[in-house]
């Protein structure tokens, strides 16, 4: 797929909007161009009006335009209109008809337009955010994200589509009926566009004030939604503290003013929405009255006024709606804003030059470092050490030892602060990063399933795949027995990151999905955590006897999931504690040891131990087991570790 | 979810929240009504103009037009005001009613019906079934008493000057009607298809962005690319043929409004230049002509919201009438009051002994026993632990014990008595609570310690935070007990939230207390602390702790292993290790990783 956002940098909203218009702006375009059609339609009815009164039925007429006077005479003169008085209802439905088209063209080219900008927001956000790094995702909130990414796309629409189209419309639509309107009249348009400047600046100031008091009426009723929030997830902590009287009352003062934010609200438009109505009708008393002693005058005809106040109503709405728009842009403008600080961010690249060398080698961390922004303490600190090509590989840590951070590192879904990792002899900074993600299969411990089917979820690493290879990777993962049990078997939806699976079978589905890709390096992090020993034991040597000679690495907290690799690190907050085969670990390796007979034995011996402890576990002087444990370690530690 | 049909579109069920309204909503028609009126008449000042002043050639009246217009004006401005700031006043009481009405259902609701909805369900019928019921009350009903009378006053007047005229203009009324329908219709179900494509869409940015982990490692950008644009393509479409009907409809009906001035042109040129009518009169009509289709639009859009607002009516009442299945007996009632009027003064002492006696139970939804003749006697100050997998239905006894849920068969007895011959609200006074998720209201460290005993003062508050040595937590905050918390306690680690919550679980002092250990791994130090914590808070009392963590469970008085929703077994820890069943698989496994990392972390 073709890709160039990575090279657009916006430093404007303007700069932004623009480059979204890319393929909607001809849409717009045309609707812009039909609206000009549709309010010259809107103006030529009135006149028609106008001269149908004064010349055919009042016979007074005297300033007919030459596109009428040009009808009037190709239909055979005003006799033969006045006898046939259907020709001017022809003309006028014609008209109408002409002016619906052009309405439909610009209806339809403006959602052509602007759904057609929607897609391009949405695809180029959603494709950006894909390459945006890791560490982006990670310092951002998910829910701001799609929040900007759904609503304040949707603020942009709008306002491009309705408010800023709405605008040009108007424009032509005052300058083309004020125009039609100096021609009746010079003073009585005069006294109509005299109104106009008014109207607009009235209705800005309103909108300014009704958007400030939305915006608190807003934030109390997201108060009162998140109390009714609280109130629900925590149903469990009101019962149990007999809290219900104190949660009610504490949700009706909050409903209470909650309404009368909204009532006072409620008040403003109302007031706004009256006192345009008495601005609007004053215009046109005003315009009764002085265009009346106008044509009596004899200075305009009675078709002139009829005419002049039908462009007079045209007018009347949409510039009420001008100082809205006009308001509005401050809001967009925010919406904008929010997306921009996405699309400004940088989209992960590669080093110019970046190669594909063959991944089948040696991995070698080479005094590497690393500490995540605003942490205090380094996650990995000057860690060495070696994986041969071919090997099972396996790191052995605590929670917060940095095994995690390890593999991250190796993704480069994070870049070592300090140091490099190399693959055979090149590093991987210098490697094209899909290239050596394609290569790399990592497991996580808990994987993130996508919301389809089973089947999709294993095959989604790969374009074209048989159903086969499915059964044969889930076959490898112990998945295959689990499925045949399942109505419909791969088919399965596994809802929104896989909540219908339980967690070992969802650690299984993504073990098979990265199977499925045969990649030369395989990252089990902690992944058979949620499966039970036996199956533990069964994918182990499933992957042994079909995956020989791929280079696997092994992460976990259990030494029997780790004793058969090749070799074993021993990850301690963030250092190399040891490393070696297991055996040479149980010899060099005191606190390898010490698990390992933790683990092996520990229940055994714990049968006996713990009928002494459990004698006295009553009082509370009594140490836990997990509390002689550490005690023991302690004193162990003195002596070997130091 | 299956609603229940009322008759009447269900509006008899809302009406006893409308009725306390019923003058506003009288002032309200009627000014609306008027703004109609005032609304039809304003032509005939154009009538007069232009047959009196102009047609005349005389300006006599002049005066008396200008006052009688800026008087019709001054009427019109004010009952519109009127008559929509009333609406909205109205909407927005019965709203709130609707929402207290609802709130206050939840809070004497069982945990079942909790159980069986997720939260962003309940919150929806609390928060817009009621507005959307609220908003018909009002607004819609505004639109159809303004649009309606606006055409019926229409129609009048065109009758009262003009008959010949006034029935081409009826005539074309039913036909506007029926194509206005027929669109409306259709637009419906588009709309409905396209909010579904968007639902999908919301769901793509969601895994995009929280699955970002995993479509890295997986190299799947391009895939999921891909089918986002083939989703935002279906947007595209179905959106555009949205617009096309709109598009269809909207000319249509300017056309429609044309039509009816072409015709009254025809029509009403003739009888003009025949004598008939003025041409005031003609230009009156011809306004008429104009604006009768934005009325004809407005009601069949309003009865269409009406009609569809029935599913939110349904989804409130079914609310309203949801009967909690646990309740206290009316005797209960009598004596302990309500769960919002309670009878203190006559509520007792608990003292903590806890007893199964032959218990059976199955959940509301379930269809299997999950406890048979189950027997366990709990006396004052024991520790009884129950452990199992995640989901193996390790809550069951806390929630009997809570009576959250009652036993299908047999009793649980409190200090001898069945928890059924006291109120819920006495049992809930004197149990203490720590959830899992250690779950705070948003509001101060204060609110949320005082949440079990609202009259705590700041020393006997310092006190449990010190014995749960959780003051340091708070006192590092800015504001001390002053702080805010943020939504869900946001502000802090869920450690310090674990904290905070055993010192509100102190504070209150129950006799009882109940504890749901944390899963997720926290460091070491405020690991250490939460241990302690837990030997503070448990000392004395009865407690039934959802254990995880070793040295809970091993401490424990008795151990309940439950799996498949099951108790299997039941005994201290040696006789469960000795056993070498289940317990002993769970524990020996557990106890792997637990080694592991405390030999690394040390």
């Known amino acids: 797929m073709m890709r160039n956002v990575n090279a657009v940098d916006f430093p404007t909203n303007g700069s932004m909007i623009f480059y979204f218009l890319r393929g909607s702006k001809r849409w717009f375009f045309a609707a812009i161009l039909s609206a000009w059609v549709v309010s010259l339609l809107d103006l030529v009815n009135p006149r028609i009006i106008g001269f149908t009164v004064d010349s055919v039925i009042d016979e007074t007429g005297t300033n007919v335009p030459w596109w009428l006077a040009a009808f ?4 055979g003169g005003l006799t033969a209109i006045r006898s046939h008085l259907w020709m001017i209802a022809l003309l006028v439905a014609g008209i109408a008809l002409a002016r619906a088209l052009f309405r439909y063209f610009f209806e339809y080219f403006n959602t052509k337009g602007a759904e057609k900008l929607v897609k391009t927001m949405r695809d180029d956000l959603f494709g950006h955010i894909l390459r945006l790094p890791y560490k982006w995702h990670s310092e ?72 400030a008091s939305f915006e608190k009426a807003d934030v109390e ?19 149990a503290f007999g809290r219900e009287a104190y949660e009610k009352k504490r949700f ?117 470092s690393f500490r995540y922004e605003n942490a205090n303490a380094k996650a990995l600190s000057d860690v060495t050490f070696r994986i041969h090509a071919g090997n099972v590989f396996g790191i052995l840590g605590g929670t917060g030892s940095g095994k995690s951070t390890l593999v991250h590192l190796l993704d480069r879904l994070y870049e070592p602060s300090e140091g ?39 095959a989604m690493t790969k374009d074209e795949v048989v159903p086969e290879e499915i059964a044969d990777a889930a076959r490898i993962a112990s998945l295959d027995e689990t499925v045949q049990h399942m109505r419909s078997g791969y088919d399965t939806y596994v809802g929104e990151r896989g909540v219908t699976l339980s967690g070992g079978q969802k650690q299984r589905t993504a073990i098979a999905q990265m199977l499925i890709k045969k ?124 | 979810m299956k609603e229940k049909r009322y008759p009447w579109f269900g509006f008899p069920k809302i009406l006893p929240y409308v009725k306390k309204y019923r003058g506003t909503m009288f002032l309200m028609i009627l000014c609306g009504a008027f703004v109609s009126l005032m609304d039809a008449v304003y032509p005939l000042f154009n009538r007069y103009a232009l047959d009196h002043f102009i047609g005349e050639k005389t300006t006599d009246t002049m005066g008396k037009f200008i006052l009688l217009y800026l008087c019709v004006l001054a009427a019109q401005v004010a009952t519109n005001f009127t008559s929509t700031y009333f609406s909205g006043r109205m909407e927005m009481y019965v709203d709130r009613d609707l929402r207290d009405a609802a709130f206050s259902r939840l809070q004497e609701l069982s945990f079942s019906y909790f159980n069986q909805h997720n939260v962003g369900y309940i919150h929806a019928r609390l928060m817009s079934d009621t507005s959307k019921i609220g908003e018909m009350m009002s607004w819609q009903l505004m639109e159809l008493v303004w649009n309606g009378s606006y055409l019926i006053f229409m129609l009048l007047m065109m009758l009262s000057i003009n008959r010949t005229l006034f029935v081409y203009l009826l005539a074309l009324v039913p036909i506007d009607f029926f194509f206005i329908w027929l669109f409306q219709r259709k ?145 209960v009632i009598e004596k302990y009051g309500d769960t919002f009027h309670p009878r203190r003064e006559n509520w007792e002492d608990l003292y903590g002994d806890v007893e199964f006696d032959h218990v059976d139970f199955m959940y509301p939804d379930g269809d299997e026993y999950v406890l048979k003749d189950f027997c366990l006697k709990v006396p004052q100050g024991t520790n009884v632990a129950i452990v199992g997998e995640t989901g193996a239905g390790k809550s069951t006894l806390v929630n009997l014990v809570c009576r959250f849920f009652e036993p299908t068969r047999g009793c649980v007895l409190i200090d001898g008595r069945d928890v059924r011959e006291r109120s819920q609200l006495w049992l809930h006074s004197h149990i203490g609570y720590v959830l899992q998720t250690p779950h705070l ?97 448990i000392r004395g009392r009865t407690s039934f702790v959802v254990a995880h963590r070793l040295s809970t469970i091993v401490r424990a008085d008795v151990i309940l292993a439950v799996r498949d929703g099951k108790i299997v077994e039941q005994g201290t820890h040696h006789e469960l290790m000795q056993k070498h069943g289940y317990y002993y698989v769970l524990y020996t496994r557990q106890y792997a990783d637990m080694a592991a990392d405390l030999a690394l972390e040390h």
């Open chain 1, 140 to 211: 951002n909130a998910a829910g701001d994200i799609i929040q900007r990414c759904t609503s304040d796309v949707d603020t942009v629409k709008v306002f491009v589509s309705e408010q800023m189209t709405g605008l040009f419309r108007t424009m032509i639509l005052m300058v083309l009926s004020l125009i039609f309107m100096f021609r009746i009249h010079t003073y009585l348009a005069l006294a109509s566009a005299f109104f106009i400047p008014v109207i607009i600046g009235y209705s800005l100031i309103f909108h300014n004030r009704i958007a």
């Open chain 1, 252 to 368: 009706e003062d909050q409903n209470r003013t909650y309404t009368s934010y909204w009532v006072r609200l409620m008040r403003t438009m109302s007031f706004f929405w009256s006192s345009g109505d008495l601005v609007s009708y004053l215009q046109t008393l005003v315009i009764l009255v002085y265009g009346s002693s106008l044509a009596i005058r004899g200075a305009i005809t009675a078709g002139d006024l009829i005419a002049f106040i039908s462009y007079n109503e045209l007018l009347t709405f949409p510039v009420r709606a001008l100082g809205r728009t006009i308001s509005e842009m401050s809001k967009a403008g925010i919406s904008i804003d929010r997306l921009r600080y996405i699309m400004n961010a940088h989209e992960e690249n590669d080093l110019p030059g970046a190669v594909t060398p063959p991944m089948d080698r040696d991995i070698f961390f080479d005094h590497v």
């Open chain 2, 187 to 331: 637009l419906v179900r588009v709309n409905r298809s396209i909010r579904e494509i968007n639902s999908r869409i919301t769901g793509n940015f969601n895994e995009g962005i929280t699955g970002a982990r995993s479509i890295k490692t997986l190299v799947v950008e391009d895939r999921m690319e891909q089918d986002f644009r083939r989703d935002s393509e279906d947007m595209r479409r179905a959106s555009v043929h949205a617009g096309h009907l709109s598009a269809m409809f909207i000319s249509l009906m300017t056309l429609m409004g044309s039509t009816a001035l072409a015709l009254i042109l025809w029509k009403g040129g003739q009888i003009t230049m025949a004598g008939v009518i003025k041409i005031g009169t003609l230009s009156v009509f011809m306004s008429y002509a104009l604006s009768m289709i934005d009325p004809i639009q407005y009601i069949v859009s309003s009865l269409a919201k009406l009609i569809g607002i029935q599913v939110n009516i349904e989804r409130f009442t079914a609310l309203m009438e949801e009967q909690p299945n646990v309740a206290d007996s009316a005797e």
């Open chain 2, 441 to 537: 209201f948003s509001g101060t460290v204060r609110e949320n310690l005082r949440y079990g005993r609202p009259d705590a003062s700041d020393e006997e508050i310092w006190r449990a935070l010190r014995l749960v040595s959780a003051d340091d937590v708070v006192k590092k905050m800015d504001h001390g007990l002053d702080s805010e918390v943020g939504e869900g306690g946001g502000m802090l680690s869920t450690g310090e939230k674990q904290l905070l919550s055993f010192a509100r679980a102190l504070l209150a002092d129950p006799r009882i207390l109940i504890l749901d250990e944390a899963t997720s791994s926290i460091d070491l130090v405020t690991e250490h602390r939460i241990q302690s914590a837990i030997g503070t808070v």
């Open chain 1, 519 to 642: 990649p030369e390096i395989m990252i089990f992090d902690d992944s058979l955590s949620a499966v039970d020993a036996e199956t533990d034991a069964k994918i182990r040597e499933a992957l042994q006897e079909k995956m020989a000679g791929r280079t696997v690495i092994l992460i976990s907290h259990r030494i029997s999931t780790l004793m058969q690799a090749d070799s074993i690190l021993v990850l301690d907050h963030g250092k190399v504690a040891a490393q070696g085969t297991h055996e040479e670990l149980l010899v060099t390796s005191p606190i390898y040891k010490k698990i390992f007979d933790l683990q092996m034995q520990g229940a055994e011996e714990m049968k006996q131990a713990d009928s002494i402890q459990i004698l006295n576990h009553g009082e509370g002087s009594a140490q836990s087991r997990p509390e002689k444990l550490m005690n023991h370690l302690e004193e162990s530690k003195g002596g070997n570790m130091a």
């Open chain 1, 221 to 239: 009723e997201g108060r009162l939604s998140s109390i009714a929030q609280e109130n629900l997830t925590g149903v469990r902590v009101i019962r």
């Open chain 1, 420 to 458: 490099r990792i190399l693959i055979g002899d090149t590093d991987i900074k210098a490697i094209q990063r899909l290239y050596l993600r394609e290569h790399i299969g990592m497991v996580l411990q808990e994987p993130y399933l996508f919301s389809r089917t089973l089947g999709d979820n294993i």
């Open chain 1, 72 to 75: 009037v005479k190709r239909v």
